[in-house]
């Protein structure tokens, strides 16, 4: 039953290889997560945004929630320079 995906959108841009997903972890509890997806993880533990990539996860209690955090961890990963 979980997790269940919810969302997953890749970043393929400018140099980089992420993934944003967003799972359904429990009843009301969804999870955004920034994966790395280089063979050698390079960027882990690294910020884009707000997100430490393959460390950090936004939490959420609604489906509305989960896909605002989904929209922002996207935006950023899209748009930020990874540090």
Partial sequence: MFPQEVRTSPVREDGKKLTVST???A???YSTVV???H????H?????GKHIIDAGDVP???REEAMEAHRDALQAARSELIR
């Fill in 23 to 25: 799972v359904k972890i």
């Fill in 27 to 29: 009843h009301r509890r």
């Fill in 35 to 37: 994966f790395d997806d």
């Fill in 39 to 42: 063979a050698d993880r390079r």
């Fill in 44 to 48: 882990t533990g690294m910020r884009v």
């Fill in 60 to 62: 959420s209690d609604t």
